[in-house]
């Protein structure tokens, strides 16, 4: 009745199956996502920053979308479906094509949208959780990244036009715009800030340079006082530092992706499988 997904380098929990399963009380609810954690977290920076980052965008944003039933990605790592409507769809995700070529990236992304605009509902399943192993390097990590990144941007411009082709409002669809948005703005605002700094750098002096990269880090320290409250919340104090330091890195290591995905959307390559 129900197909569960779980990525190969992943380590489910022994309650986490049942905690999906639990999920499809409701008829109407097509999809559950899991609870997604890193599991190499002893093995250098990167898996240390990228947990802080899960944990926020599970316990904070899916969390925020299930209340709207909305979730709008189901982890490869760990995601249930209701079988039936999974057959429904199969034809419809294996034939996806966007700008001409076939989307062999972000099928997590890719199923959810097609379930939300199928009618059904999306939950989280905060019980449901899921240990993933992360890059321990920069190119690993820039490449896993770039990927999410493209699917986000793919997924949010499809689940936009469907939203403006609804002529009946209701409070569902206001709960779809609301989050789409927002994802949008996640992976739009970021792209202008290479773009912005080139055109104070080219028509400002460098004092006005210099007062724009200090004031973009000092909002980015300030934004990942969140994620670092829910850390230490949830997990340890001591670690949740690594949210202020991954911040700082997103901002001088990691800023140039958005654009680049924005510019290469038509590549579909996994980068992190070899051929």
Request: charged share 15%.
């Amino acid at each position: 009745e129900y197909i569960i997904t779980v990525d190969s380098d992943s380590v489910v929990e022994p309650e986490s199956l049942q905690a999906i399963v639990a999920g499809f009380a409701d008829p109407q609810v097509g999809a559950v996502a899991g609870n997604l954690r890193v599991l190499n977290i002893r093995d250098g920076i990167i898996p240390c920053m990228m947990d802080t980052a899960f944990l926020f965008v599970c316990e904070v944003i899916r969390t925020s979308q299930s209340l709207d039933s909305c979730v709008m990605c189901t982890p490869g790592a760990l995601s249930g479906y209701r079988r039936s409507l999974m057959l429904q769809l199969m034809d419809r995700w294996q034939a996806q094509h966007f700008l001409g070529v076939p989307a062999k990236i972000g099928e997590d992304r890719a199923l959810a949208t097609m379930i939300l605009t199928s009618g059904y509902k999306i939950v989280f399943a905060r019980n449901a959780l899921v240990k993933t192993i992360m890059p321990q390097d920069y190119p690993g990590m820039c490449k896993v990244l770039l990927r999410w990144t493209r699917s986000d941007i793919r997924e949010n411009f499809l689940l936009l036009t469907w939203l403006i082709r609804q002529h009946r409002f209701s409070g569902r669809i206001a709960a779809i715009w609301y989050h789409n948005i927002i994802q949008t703005f996640n992976t739009l605002l970021p792209s202008l800030f290479l773009p912005s700094l080139l055109l104070v750098a080219l028509f400002a002096s460098w004092p006005a340079l210099k007062i724009c990269l200090t004031a973009a880090l000092l909002l980015g320290l300030l934004l990942a006082a969140i994620p670092a409250m829910v850390y230490a919340r949830q997990v340890s104090v001591l670690r949740s530092a690594w949210a202020f330091v991954f911040s700082a890195f997103n901002l001088f290591g990691l800023s140039w992706i958005p654009l680049y995905s924005f510019l290469t959307l038509r590549n579909t390559d996994w980068l992190t499988r070899k051929k």
